[in-house]
């Protein structure tokens, strides 16, 4: 290993370590307020979408097989269905626009 990766890995690793221990250290006692705490309460829900929606435009080859499958799986998980079965029929009715954009043309 070269001497600049050590350093650079060195003021990632504490840059990132500062970034979570300083929360911890500023704030001592539990927070009341019910705005940050509601606020708190969805971020990871909301990381977790960020992350996730962008990728599911290019998971497949073409952005129409990927959008019904993006729409099919919301629609299963409003249902209340589990994660296994939202991902399977989202990757099947991705599969079968796939399948059918191939036959059609």
């Avoid at 003021?11 to 250290?25: D, E, H, K, Q, V």
């Amino acid at each position: 290993m070269t001497n600049d990766f050590r350093l650079y890995l060195l003021i990632l690793a504490g840059s990132t370590y500062l970034i979570r221990a300083i929360p911890f250290a500023l704030l001592q006692k539990k927070i009341t307020n019910r705005y940050v705490r509601s606020f708190l309460f969805y971020i990871p829900f909301t990381v977790l979408a960020a992350m996730t929606v962008p990728a599911a435009f290019y998971a497949t080859g073409h952005i129409v097989s990927a959008v019904v499958g993006l729409l099919i799986g919301c629609l299963v998980a409003i249902k209340g269905k589990g994660l296994t079965v939202v991902a399977a029929v989202s990757c099947a009715s991705a599969l079968a626009v796939e399948l059918l954009y191939t036959v059609l043309i």
